[in-house]
């Protein structure tokens, strides 16, 4: 009767370590710019409000985009910023580009408070970014500090209000590399300054290195590794792509390997939500495609999870009945649920055979 609670008790606690692992894979979005209006314009189609998404299978959401570092439309060249319809106010006529957004201030909250990550973007594909030089990226990295996370010394200018950002996503698409790693050590310092811990991700393009972000010398995925929590590699719209299986292989396991070799950030695969999301049909991956995918890397330990382009696709791609997201969260649970179903029935089989030794063994004692 011992052996057998005995047994009992290590099942559970196998079991459970290995859904603590599973658990840590993620499902990031952007949300913040309707992509969709470029394929439905109808407006039922468009991106619901971002609390909305609170209760959508996402671990972090991403806000998108700060879209200017400099901009010449506000007083002190202010960030400019692009939340599509969702906020379009002009904080005052000093600044046009600086929103005040109450709503999203609203839904950061609420998601916050249902334990999701959110962060704001810096960059995105259409923008103005960059550094000239070394005062640009401190005084830029001073700004996003108090402008969206716990910095305290502009507070009538924060979009968001009251609302603390857990962190910070590069998604630098253009203009210089340079200057971003310092910037990064200047957000890196200010975090000491408060109480919150900053998060910090990073989107390349999937071809290795991303000729922005690195890794490479004087980039920023190669100077500070270190800093960066996740990166979200952008396995579309390039020829890297998730179609086109062995080069996407290729540049995967470099992604892994660089994380590996700099116990850097964890990898996730970035995906279009649906058919239409990214510039080319072949770059989406239906969730039974998916789901091949997610075998082979899953046991990856620097594999983080899947990112998806964008909300507004996803909340407009269901599939029978659940949206593309959800399906991707199901796809987590079903494969491990059935891996560590296996693992079970293995150590199940490991430990009677043990039992069965050992009361062989006790009958002496009897
Ligand atoms: C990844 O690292 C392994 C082990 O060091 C190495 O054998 C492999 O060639 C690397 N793969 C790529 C694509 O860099």
New binding site residues.
């Given amino acids: 009767m011992f052996l057998v609670c005995y047994a009992y008790i290590l099942l559970i606690c196998l079991k459970n370590s290995h859904q603590e692992n599973i658990k840590s894979h993620k499902i990031v979005t952007y949300w913040g710019q309707n992509a969709v209006y470029n394929e439905l314009k109808s407006k039922e189609f468009w991106e619901k409000d971002l609390s909305e998404f609170c209760s959508y299978n996402y671990d972090t959401i991403i806000l998108s985009f700060v879209n200017t570092f400099f901009d010449e439309m506000n007083k002190d060249k202010m960030p400019g910023m692009n939340f599509a319809f969702h906020c379009e106010t002009p904080l005052s006529s000093d600044y046009k580009t600086l929103f005040r957004c109450k709503t999203i201030e609203n839904g950061v909250k609420e998601c916050q408070k249902r334990g999701k990550n959110v962060l704001i973007s810096l960059g995105g594909a259409v923008g103005n970014v960059g550094f000239k030089n070394e005062a640009e990226a401190k005084l830029f990295a001073y700004r996003v500090y108090h402008l969206f996370l716990e910095g305290s010394e502009l507070p009538l200018l924060r979009p968001f209000g009251s609302a603390v950002l857990n962190g910070i996503d590069l998604d630098i698409e253009s203009g210089d590399y340079k200057y971003y790693s310092l910037f990064v050590q200047e957000i890196k310092r200010l975090e000491k300054t408060g109480s919150q811990s900053v998060f910090i991700s990073a989107a390349p393009q999937c071809p290795y290195p991303d000729y922005l972000l690195g890794p490479s010398a004087e980039h920023l995925l190669g100077d500070v590794p270190n800093f960066i929590d996740e990166i979200y590699v952008q396995f579309y719209n390039n020829w890297c792509n998730t179609g086109n299986t062995v080069v996407f292989d290729?540049h995967m396991?470099?992604w892994l390997?660089y994380s590996r070799d700099n116990k850097g950030p964890k990898i996730y695969i970035g995906i279009p939500a649906n058919i239409k999301a990214s510039g080319n049909p072949q770059h989406y991956r239906t969730p039974q495609e998916l789901a091949v995918i997610y075998s082979k890397y899953k046991e990856e330990p620097r594999f983080g999870g899947v990112m998806i382009w964008d909300a507004s696709f996803d909340q407009n791609n269901l599939i029978a009945g659940k949206h593309y997201s959800k399906h991707i969260s199901d796809m987590f649970n079903m494969q491990n649920n059935i891996q560590s179903l296996a693992q079970t029935t293995q150590n199940l089989v490991t430990i009677s055979s043990s039992i069965a030794q050992d009361s062989d063994n006790s009958h002496t004692d009897v």
């Fill in positions: 290729d396991v470099k390997n």
